[in-house]
């Protein structure tokens, strides 16, 4: 059982930039796909980026597509979200997920098996 813990939300104003962290532990998640998603009010949660475990191919949803990046460091257990020019759209709560059974490119579609609890990120206008 790995153990997912969100940090580095909070406010800014519109074309501000942040970084998020995952800290996992329990269990390595070198061999595990990680995913970012996010929740905001009234709407569905929905996919934000994907990496995989070697780091050798990330996935993006076309909103935020060029404007945040995904990485990891496995020696840490730790992934990263970095976004730049924030958006009030971008304006949710983030969460970071693992998946020791599917692919990267999978997590698009299919949600993962664990989930953090999240992260709040508010952007202003």
């Known amino acids: 059982q790995v153990q997912l813990v969100e940090s580095g939300g909070r406010l800014v104003q519109a074309g501000a930039s942040l970084r998020l962290s995952c800290a996992a532990s329990?269990?390595?998640?070198?061999?595990?796909?990680m995913g970012w998603f996010r929740q905001a009010p009234g709407k569905e949660r929905e996919f934000v980026a994907a990496?995989?475990?070697?780091?050798?191919?990330?996935y993006y949803a076309d909103s935020v597509k060029g404007r945040f990046t995904i990485s990891r460091d496995n020696a840490k257990n730790t992934v990263y979200l970095q976004m730049n020019s924030l958006k009030p759209e971008d304006t949710a709560v983030y969460y970071c997920?693992?998946?020791?059974?599917?692919?990267?490119?999978?997590?698009?579609?299919?949600?993962?098996?664990?989930w953090g609890q999240g992260t709040q990120v508010t952007v202003s206008s």
């Open positions: 997920a693992a998946d020791y059974g599917k692919l990267a490119e999978e997590l698009v579609g299919s949600p993962p098996d664990y």
């Open positions: 329990g269990r390595t998640i070198s061999t595990a796909a």
């Open positions: 990496i995989s475990f070697g780091s050798h191919m990330s």
